[in-house]
T-cell receptor
Framework: KQEVTQIPAALSVPEGENLVLNCSFT??????LQWFRQDPGKGLTSLLL?????REQTSGRLNASLDKSSGRSTLYIAASQPGDSATYLC?????????????FGKGMKLTVNP | DTGVSQNPRHKITKRGQNVTFRCDPI?????LYWYRQTLGQGPEFLTY????????KSRLLSDRFSAERPKGSFSTLEIQRTEQGDSAMYLC?????????????FGSGTQLSVL
């Protein structure tokens, strides 16, 4: 059974810091990995999707890497801003269909203080 | 608004009552998913449709739960004889089928409280 772990569960940092969010998964036979952002009481917003054949994806101040063999992914946030405060979730998709059945971690609550 | 739309946003019901939620996916997306999320947890997969066909259901989806997607457009999720353990955020998502980008686009969810 696939398990996804995100440690730590919460992080509080001053504005401007570069951040590294970690995600690990137990079964390396994944189709893709996605990082999402969730604001309180809201749905999820997809940030980055990495196919299993890729090593990293970048969007603006965000960079996500994937090491499938070791079962790890990292989300890097450059020059953090208070608006980055949210819960960040990592999810892996398995099977030829890809993202039909994503397995999520519990998320990491990020607070960026001005 | 071209995003995923869910209604209602909040639902409060008494134990034993039936509830129904609606999801309108992004119009060109033929895959639609239901997830459930409880406080402090990540979303858990419930079921998904490709067009009008329900292709997979999780064991979490007991006999009291039923989902439909008539005509491959909007979807409904019904919970019969609600229990307090059904209290959660119910999230709908959609994606394109076939090859290419498999990004999921989520709605804002329906928060269910069973008293």
């Amino acid at each position: 059974k696939q398990e996804v772990t995100q440690i730590p569960a919460a992080l509080s940092v001053p504005e401007g810091e570069n951040l590294v969010l970690n995600c690990s998964f137990t079964d390396s036979a994944i189709y893709n990995l996605q990082w999402f952002r969730q604001d309180p009481g809201k749905g999820l917003t997809s940030l980055l999707l990495i196919q299993s054949s890729q090593r990293e994806q970048t969007s603006g101040r965000l960079n996500a890497s994937l090491d499938k063999s070791s079962g790890r992914s990292t989300l890097y946030i450059a020059a953090s801003q208070p608006g980055d405060s949210a819960t960040y979730l990592c999810a892996v998709g398995k099977g030829q269909g890809g993202s039909e059945k994503l397995v999520f971690g519990k998320g990491m609550k990020l607070t960026v203080n001005p | 608004d071209t995003g995923v739309s869910q209604n209602p946003r909040h639902k409060i019901t008494k134990r034993g009552q039936n509830v129904t939620f609606r999801c309108d996916p992004i119009s060109e997306h033929n895959r639609l998913y239901w997830y459930r999320q409880t406080l402090g947890q990540g979303p858990e997969f419930l079921t998904y449709f490709q067009n009008e066909a329900q292709l997979e259901k999780s064991r979490l989806l007991s006999d009291r739960f039923s989902a439909e997607r008539p005509k491959g457009s909007f979807s409904t999720l019904e919970i019969q004889r609600t229990e307090q353990g059904d209290s959660a955020m119910y999230l709908c998502a959609s994606s394109r089928g076939g090859q290419g980008d498999k990004k999921l686009f989520f709605g804002s969810g329906t928060q269910l409280s069973v008293l």
